[in-house]
């Protein structure tokens, strides 16, 4: 049996499994890094950082980027546009690009 399902709709489902497995980031600032935002997660691993100045968000492959690109299957393109609606929603980040990996630590 196949289960067609619409664009929307895996958008939606998406965002749903991003805010369960990673919408409980906490994010810090350090003073010697004053344009960014680190977001950990509670092994105290950096998952996400943001640069405040450029906009750039680099998200983890190892952590989010490869499990939405496994469970998914869908276009870099669509796995970006998944990620900046998970953003806004989970983290109020509006006008973000969301960039693979380049983490500072």
Same mark, same amino acid.
Not at 46 to 57: A, C, D, S, Y
Not at 75 to 93: A, F
């Given at each position: +049996?196949?289960?067609?399902?619409?664009?929307?709709?895996?958008?939606?489902?998406?965002?749903? #499994?991003?805010k369960?497995?990673?919408?409980? *980031?906490?994010? =810090?600032?350090?003073? =010697? /890094?004053?344009?960014?935002? /680190?977001?950990l !997660?509670?092994d105290?691993? *950096?998952? +996400?950082?943001? =640069?405040?100045?450029?906009? /750039?968000? /680099?998200i983890?492959?190892?952590?989010? #980027?490869?499990k939405?690109e496994?469970?998914?299957h869908l276009?870099?393109?669509?796995?970006?546009?998944?990620?900046?609606? #998970? *953003?806004?929603?989970?983290? !109020?980040?509006d006008?973000?690009?969301?960039? +693979?990996?380049? *983490?500072?630590?």
């Open positions: +049996m196949d289960i067609q399902v619409n664009k929307d709709q895996l958008y939606r489902v998406a965002i749903k #499994w991003l369960q497995h990673y919408g409980n *980031l906490t994010p =810090n600032k350090y003073n =010697n /890094f004053s344009n960014k935002v /680190f977001y !997660n509670s105290h691993e *950096l998952v +996400m950082e943001h =640069n405040e100045k450029n906009g /750039f968000i /680099f983890s492959y190892k952590h989010i #980027w490869s939405v496994s469970i998914f276009s870099q393109d669509d796995e970006r546009l998944i990620l900046k609606g #998970w *953003l806004k929603e989970t983290y !109020n980040l006008n973000v690009t969301p960039v +693979m990996g380049g *983490l500072t630590y």
